[in-house]
């Protein structure tokens, strides 16, 4: 694959994800919610399909399970055909294509109640309703996958070294913010005055950003022979070019040794108690917002900025903590603000704090000292996997970054699923959704208190010796 090393293109291409990204983050944090109107307060026309309940609510929190399960359990043989995919095209390229394509269908499809009359009284139809939008949710995240795990492979591969590497990643991770404004601030504003229905199909185009990869990546043909490419590496501070082979670590060995790494697995403990409580906050915060706080969409927009728009700007922050005193204390330091957050947040119960403005002020105080936490979470999931994984290979010489990624995928899948689909939406459909922040908290105490017994690897990770530096 031909390098970039350009970083106007790097810049470039750390954007193509955010329109995958923002769809999936509609579909989770949106649409799936609109099937229901339970927990929502106000303008409830606009939040839901139809103004009403369209599917079995039972019956779709554990269709929810089984999609979010398949988000992750898919990865890993995702990630072990895009790295041995072969085409006229190379590998990257095509597979990316072959899953963007369905992706939007899907998307498009969700947006369609196969039984749009459906009520109480007409129960087959609530049931083909609620299978319908299962399937169709499963198909697109099988499609999402296919599209993420196979860019996010490519992160080792169109940059020449470890620092346009890192600058990739944390151009990533600013997108990714970028996109969670979008998402979070800008939707619930417009919802006052559209359908979220509407919002979707007006938010879809921005999906053609995973088009730039398709321009970038520069393959040959892989099917006959494999390429020969040059490595850049450093040398007792010199960096030096050597010609390699593209050797491929076959899927079962790439496993062995992934499922081997004891420091990985202590990672994912701390890494799943995150995503517990993160996924229900991000799934659950809007209907948190406009039914348990009691606010509208401009009310909701103020606080969604007050979480993420200060994120980038606390990411720098928290980076400069990691190179002073390693990740283990960033972490630690991210973890404990957005505890700190929900328990600012539990306060704004509107049966609480009746004054509207006091509880505005103290909602964006919360949203405040979340974004500490948030400009963290964005960057762990990529940081860390990496990490290990370029440790390995110096190690072992067997490369697979794109396995860890996988894995990593695979358990922050099914923990998401039981969050998001069996936790929420009973939570949500029993009337109790005033308790996400609850729930929230204990996922995030959970990590905390794991994060303490993270080795000591841990704690050198990302720390800059400033003699050296």
């Not at 296919?146 to 600058?167: G, L, P, W």
């Not at 459909?429 to 994060?451: E, R």
């Amino acid at each position: 694959m031909r390098k970039i090393k350009s970083k106007g293109l790097i810049l470039l291409y750390s954007l193509s994800g955010l329109g995958c990204n923002l769809l999936n983050m509609i579909m989770g944090s949106y649409l799936c919610d609109a099937l229901m109107i339970e927990g929502f307060d106000k303008n409830i026309e606009n939040w839901t399909y139809l103004n009403k309940t369209i599917i079995v609510a039972f019956v779709w929190s554990i269709m929810v399970t089984i999609a979010k399960i398949i988000d992750g359990v898919i990865d890993i043989p995702i990630a072990g055909v895009a790295d041995n995919f072969k085409s006229r095209f190379g590998k990257r390229r095509l597979f990316i294509l072959i899953g963007l394509i369905p992706m939007i269908i899907f998307y498009c499809l969700f947006l369609v109640p196969i039984f749009p009359n459906a009520t109480s009284d007409t129960i087959g139809y609530l049931l083909g309703n609620t299978i319908w939008f299962g399937v169709i949710l499963c198909g697109f995240y099988i499609s999402y996958t296919t599209v993420m795990v196979t860019y996010y492979a490519t992160f080792s591969e169109i940059v020449d070294n470890d620092k346009d590497r890192i600058r990739l990643s944390n151009y990533k991770s600013t997108f990714d913010i970028v996109y969670f404004v979008l998402g979070y601030a800008l939707i619930p504003l417009l919802i006052g005055n559209l359908n979220i229905r509407v919002i979707a199909l007006i938010m879809l185009p921005i999906s053609l950003t995973m088009l730039i990869p398709i321009f970038l990546i520069k393959e040959k043909d892989n099917r006959v022979k494999k390429q020969e490419e040059k490595e850049i590496v450093e040398v007792e501070g010199q960096l030096m070019e050597f010609e390699k082979s593209e050797e491929e670590v076959g899927f079962f060995e790439s496993l062995k040794y992934t499922f081997k790494n004891k420091v990985f697995w202590i990672w994912m403990i701390a890494f799943s108690l995150l995503q517990f409580g993160l996924q229900i906050f991000l799934t659950g915060q809007n209907v948190y917002y406009s039914g348990t706080m009691g606010f509208t969409g401009i009310n909701i927009t103020i606080i969604m900025a007050c979480a993420f728009v200060p994120a980038p700007f606390m990411l720098i922050i928290y980076n400069k903590m990691v190179n002073k005193y390693g990740f283990k204390a960033g972490y630690i330091y991210a973890l404990s603000s957005f505890l700190i957050a929900m328990i600012i947040m539990t306060i704004c119960n509107k049966n609480i704090i009746t004054d509207d403005t006091i509880r505005l002020v103290i909602a964006c105080v919360g949203g405040l000292v979340s974004s500490i936490g948030i400009g963290a979470f964005f960057s762990v999931g990529y940081s860390i996997p990496s990490q290990i994984a370029s440790d390995e290979a110096k190690k072992t010489g067997k490369s697979h970054p794109a396995m860890y990624f996988a894995v990593q995928g695979l358990v922050s899948g099914a923990v998401t699923a039981i969050a998001t689909g069996l936790v929420w939406i009973n939570l949500k459909d029993d009337g109790l959704s005033f308790l996400l922040t609850t729930i929230v908290s204990v996922g995030i105490l959970g990590s905390l208190i794991a994060s303490f017994f993270l080795p000591n690897y841990f704690k050198k990770i990302g720390q800059v010796d400033d003699k050296n530096d």
